[in-house]
């Protein structure tokens, strides 16, 4: 085998260089244009870059023409690394069209339209640091999401760039998936290690490596990259290079420190903002721990929500296995309908505490990037209705943000997508233009004005997280017209894996997750209420599969992330904790993920399938 390995890698270098260069290919070069700049657009820069006003009159008419609200400005004159950077994150066959896909470019220059810099509460400004621009690059693509594309900008100068400010981009850009910032360096590793064995395949390539940059850069390619010439020497330098980048950056960022200090002012405020935010939510939530957690509960039912029988046994005793939030969680199951829920249930104090950071505050960013991964698995999930019905008026149910309707909207672009949510939600929702209106509460209370209104309802994620799933539905059976379709997803806890993983199957999600209804039990309510199940279907789970989400808790469960209602070892302990567990689990997880992808073909009956997903009609 490894005799094998180089040409494994040579095979892989040219593979790979076909791809990238077919992305870069794809971008269009902004056409030259006399027209005056549109008083709606404006410039973002990173510091350094320079932009003539040709260029600027040509991105304006580019984007008016292409009806585009951000437009990323490439400049042609890139930096090798940086093209293939640019290469490796974006897609441009699919980047403008995918409503979900994150926002990504070569973070030197933006034409944005006012309105949605003023949407997305973006800052004016022509200094921005380049990693400063990942993250206002991925804010206006959820302000943007099928008005953002690429192009590269003749008369744009790129700023000075280094290997430090490289990695600091790539950190920035990869920190929800830090496997892809190591791949560039597998061909390495593996030609290393197969050159010993085979050096005459070794050699070549270590050369098709070296000079990969020509093969992806040059010829018919509307970037020209400055050092193409002298790439292979960078390549070769490259970890010379980014040690001498570095000190000259801790240089000049000590420097600033200093000038900061001597001012009376933090080194750097954003870090000084976020280190007194997590004070001040250490010090909120020690209060509240501290007053005691039995108010967080209200009173212990003794018979089952669903049939009101009082044979009623445990099923799980769990703590917050996500969060890793202080408290004990016990789910009971009903003898005689199967139903389980959690016991005693949140109360009102309750559910402020264990929802509070879960999807905003500290761990916002975290909870964006998961929710978007599972609404673009559920593109499928919005075209499994067209069979039925074709959707004028959609209305979904515990929308958050929008997730849902701002993905199925690649599916019905003509389709008018509701919400309903808490305001906070909502409003954030009608911000991004993913919702066209939002409704606020529980289905039960807005029933009376959604009434007859949408051909689909939906539900993702809400029957389990409410505390009365048969009034919810009593309202589900109210608010659709006849003919009206519900399309409805819930984790299917009858499943192996939920007996076989305990606490560690992640479909439990306690305490978020309050009443897990058996299938044959909603199908039997469902046609009580005069809505004829027309699709049934068990499938894998969204996102993570089983096996990979239990790898992924029980390293959790041994090297926590420091979270403010932790209790923390000291950095170096925590530190040398979490190398070793992320050796240990990193074969098990490469594991998970190949069983899981094989199993995912055939989690299709209730035995196997994690979740579940239902379309009723409404019987006229």
Not at 237 to 260: H, K, M, P, T, Y
Not at 382 to 393: D, E, L, S
Not at 566 to 575: D, E, G, I, K, T
């Amino acid at each position: 085998m490894l005799t094998w390995l180089p040409i494994l890698v040579c095979v892989g270098l040219i593979l790979n260089g076909v791809r990238l260069r077919g992305r870069l290919r794809r971008l269009e070069t902004v056409p030259v244009s006399g027209r005056p700049v549109d008083p709606d657009h404006e410039f973002l820069l990173a510091a350094g870059v320079r932009i003539s006003d040709g260029a600027r009159r040509a991105a304006s008419y580019h984007a008016s023409r292409d009806r585009l609200a951000v437009l990323d400005l490439v400049p042609a004159d890139l930096t090798v690394e940086r093209a293939l950077d640019l290469a490796r994150m974006v897609d441009t066959r699919s980047y403008r069209t995918s409503r979900t896909a994150s926002g990504r470019g070569a973070f030197q220059a933006l034409l944005v339209r006012s309105e949605i810099l003023d949407r997305a509460g973006i800052e004016r400004r022509d200094d921005y640091d380049p990693v400063e621009l990942v993250d206002v690059t991925e804010r206006l693509k959820l302000y943007a999401a099928d008005a953002t594309d690429l192009a590269v900008l003749p008369g744009l100068r790129a700023a000075r760039d280094d290997a430090a400010m490289r990695v600091r981009v790539q950190q920035r850009a990869y920190r929800f998936t830090r496997h892809y910032q190591l791949f560039p360096f597998v061909p390495q590793l593996c030609t290393a290690i197969g050159t010993q064995v085979n050096r005459p395949w070794g050699i070549a390539a270590t050369a098709l490596f070296w000079f990969q940059p020509f093969f992806v850069c040059a010829g018919r390619v509307p970037l020209s990259p400055r050092d193409l010439i002298r790439s292979p020497i960078v390549r070769i330098l490259s970890g010379v290079l980014f040690v001498i980048d570095s000190v000259r950056a801790n240089r000049r960022q000590s420097a600033r420190a200093a000038e900061a200090k001597a001012a009376g002012l933090p080194a750097d405020p954003v870090k000084h903002a976020a280190r007194q935010r997590k004070a001040a939510s250490r010090e909120s939530y020690g209060r509240a721990v501290r007053a005691g957690l039995d108010r967080f509960f209200g009173r212990e039912r003794d018979d089952c929500p669903w049939c009101g029988s009082l044979e009623l046994v445990t099923r799980l005793d769990s703590p917050d296995m996500l969060m890793r939030k202080p408290g004990q969680f016990r789910l009971e199951r009903c003898r005689h309908c199967d139903h389980v829920f959690l016991n005693p249930p949140l109360s009102r104090a309750g559910h402020e505490f264990y929802e509070r950071d879960r999807y905003d505050g500290l761990r916002a960013e975290t909870a964006e990037q998961a929710l978007a991964v599972i609404a673009r698995g559920r593109r499928a999930q919005a075209a499994a209705i067209r069979p039925y019905v074709v959707p004028r008026t959609w209305l979904d149910v515990g929308c958050r943000y929008g997730h849902f309707p701002n993905a199925a909207r690649e599916v019905w672009p003509a389709t008018v997508f509701d919400g309903v949510d808490t305001p906070a939600n909502l409003d954030e929702g009608l911000h991004r233009g993913w919702l066209d209106h939002g409704y606020d509460g529980r289905l039960p209370a807005v029933v009376e004005a959604v009434a007859g209104q949408y051909d689909v309802i939906s539900m993702f994620g809400y029957l389990e997280r409410s505390q009365d799933p048969s009034a919810e539905l009593d309202a589900l059976a109210k608010a659709l017209p006849p003919g009206g379709h519900l399309l409805c997803e819930l984790p299917n806890s009858e499943c192996r894996q939920a007996r076989w993983l305990g606490r560690f199957w992640s479909g439990w999600a306690v305490p978020e997750r309050v009443n897990f209804i058996p299938v044959d039990n909603l199908l039997a309510a469902l046609a009580d209420r005069g809505l004829r199940p027309v699709l049934v279907r068990f499938a894998a789970p969204r996102g993570p599969g089983d096996l990979t989400g239990a790898v992924l808790l029980v390293a959790a469960t041994i090297a926590p992330r420091p979270m403010p209602w932790l209790r923390q070892a000291a950095v170096p302990v925590r530190m040398i904790l979490w190398v070793l567990v992320r050796g240990m689990i990193t074969p098990l997880l490469a594991l998970a993920r190949v069983l899981d992808w094989l199993t995912s073909r055939y989690a299709h009956s209730q035995k196997s399938g994690s979740t579940c997903l239902i379309i009723a009609r409404k019987e006229v």
